[in-house]
């Protein structure tokens, strides 16, 4: 007996405008037979579901949380005061302010992980983008069944403004991604040097490597050397 294509979910914490990685997997998937749904983030003046190549989108509502309380900016480069005044501010923002970050990021999550139960059906696949979407998946898959796939395109507790957050909290950042990926069915990444620090990070093996890539129309072409080239230059930081 043949078995009805997946359904394959691709969790994103962004709008679906400019995700490269997000739309060639899509696309791929959508092509080989998976009945795919990006769910993002909705944005003012888009649509709730598009019909694109080979796969829907729907965008959902990220709901506000504790608007009342402060919201702390992730640390720029000399955004803070010499002297007395800006060490207090700094010791402020990376205890207390880092704390109401964290608690809203906790009750943004569930909520909106809610929002998306109440309106989307169940997947055989939840693909996971980030930390954010890696919690949803984990969550989603608990609510109805099926797998997760961690895609961790990037380091994130190394990336951007993420790497310039106190260390105590980069730690806590580092777990709380070792505890949801490590409950993930497969991790994958974008080369075998990510792939490296990642296990390292996570403490589990990376089960593939899906390197960004033009979508391919022939699939039984063979890659070229440009195609599969790698970079290690993130490598260095870690050893």
Not at 194 to 211: F, H, K, S, T
């Amino acid at each position: 007996m043949r078995h009805a294509p997946a359904r394959v979910a691709i969790l994103i914490n962004n709008t679906y405008v400019a995700d490269a990685r997000a739309w060639k997997t899509a696309v791929s998937l959508g092509r080989a037979g998976y009945h795919v749904t990006v769910i993002a983030r909705w944005g003012p003046g888009l649509a709730t579901t598009e019909q694109l190549d080979h796969h829907t989108v729907t965008r959902i509502r990220q709901p506000e949380v504790l608007r009342w309380l402060p919201s702390p900016s992730l640390p720029e480069t000399g955004d803070d005061p010499s002297g007395r005044t800006g060490g207090l501010r700094r010791r402020l923002r990376d205890t207390v302010g880092r704390g109401v970050q964290a608690l809203r990021y906790l009750r943004m999550s569930r909520a909106w992980t809610k929002i998306i139960a109440s309106q989307v059906d169940g997947f055989d696949v939840w693909q996971a983008e980030s930390v954010i979407t890696l919690s949803q998946a984990v969550a989603l898959r608990r609510h109805f069944g099926g797998l997760v796939v961690y895609d961790a395109n990037d380091i994130d507790s190394e990336a951007g403004r993420m790497a310039r957050l106190p260390g105590p909290w980069k730690q806590l950042l580092r777990r709380h991604e070792r505890r949801l990926a490590r409950a993930a069915d497969a991790v994958g990444t974008v080369s075998d040097p990510y792939a490296q620090i990642l296990e390292r990070i996570l403490g589990r093996p990376v089960d593939a490597v899906v390197r960004n890539a033009a979508v391919v129309e022939d699939l039984e072409a063979e890659a070229t050397a440009d195609e599969v080239e790698r970079s290690d230059r993130f490598v260095r930081q870690f050893e």
